[in-house]
């Protein structure tokens, strides 16, 4: 087999341009070439340097993701948020320190994700380029604390009920009623937690005040983010899903009663017992 026929039978099964690195390294021995490429001694086994030339090919996705990771911190710092642009990729790829089409896969992560939009010809811009706009208070409430949260719900909750006991059709309470039947039932946790949130989200669809019923369903979507559902599974037990089956039908009962007083205070009292068991407090 020729020195080129060896060399291309070696390296152009992963794709790299062997006549281009051929002509920069005539004259070695097969083994010589590989070892100019990788770094390897001439002893380990072309398999093996296959191998890591195949790893080293992957590194621009990790770098694409670790770069995007730390694109997104400095957007939610504020960086560029004057000119609601981003700088080119060439000054980025610079900064970084790596090729231009891995900073072009890390701001299309970004653009998956809606935190940038890219006009061709015009550059990157940041989607939410107002510190005041929804998005961007949206963005800054996702790190909103347990406790927090919680005083909002004790705040906002209440006072849905109230309204739902007031304003609720009978097909809308008995959406509540099914919800609440079905958690009841429920035989694992994410089932009834599933249940259970939706039990509250009928109780903020008969409050008819649209305003508010959004609230909630900003809450609930963070609320629904993997350490919230972690630290409601570290707190769930059996004993504590049948005491919120029988406060949610306490609640029930003052909405089928029409009683917006006593289903302010049942949703404050369950929220209670709920906040005693997620913070211990």
Not at 73 to 100: C, H, N, T, Y
Not at 168 to 176: Q, R
Not at 264 to 271: C, D, I, P, R
Request: aromatic share 8%; net charge neutral; charged share 25%.
């Amino acid at each position: 087999m020729s020195q080129y026929k060896l060399f291309r039978y070696t390296l152009s099964p992963i794709g790299l341009d062997c006549k281009r690195i051929f002509v920069t390294c005539r004259g070695k021995s097969g083994l010589d070439l590989i070892r100019y490429w990788t770094g390897r001694a001439p002893a380990d086994s072309i398999g093996s340097t296959l191998d890591q030339i195949k790893s080293s090919q992957q590194m621009p996705k990790l770098v694409a993701n670790d770069i995007a990771t730390v694109l997104k911190k400095r957007i939610s710092a504020g960086e560029w948020l004057q000119d609601g642009r981003m700088p080119p990729e060439r000054d980025l790829a610079a900064e970084f320190g790596v090729a231009r089409n891995t900073v072009r896969r890390a701001v299309g992560f970004l653009e998956e994700d809606g935190t940038v939009v890219r006009h061709v010809g015009r550059g990157t811009f940041l989607t939410a380029t107002n510190p005041d706009s929804i998005a961007a208070t949206v963005t800054r409430m996702e790190g909103t604390s347990p406790a927090d949260m919680m005083e909002i719900r004790q705040l906002l909750e209440p006072a849905a009920a109230a309204f739902a006991a007031t304003n609720a059709s009978m097909a809308e309470l008995n959406a509540v009623r099914e919800a609440h039947q079905t958690a009841c039932a429920a035989e694992d946790m994410p089932d009834f937690e599933h249940w259970d949130a939706e039990f509250h989200h009928c109780v903020f669809a008969c409050c008819r005040n649209d305003f508010l019923k959004e609230i909630h369903n900003l809450m609930r979507t963070i609320r629904n983010q993997s350490p919230w559902f972690e630290m409601k599974k570290r707190s769930f037990s059996e004993e504590r899903r049948r005491v919120y089956c029988d406060e949610h039908q306490t609640i029930l009962d003052a909405l089928l009663r029409r009683d917006p007083e006593s289903a302010n205070q049942a949703m404050l009292a369950h929220l209670k017992t709920v906040e005693r068991n997620l913070l211990g407090r």
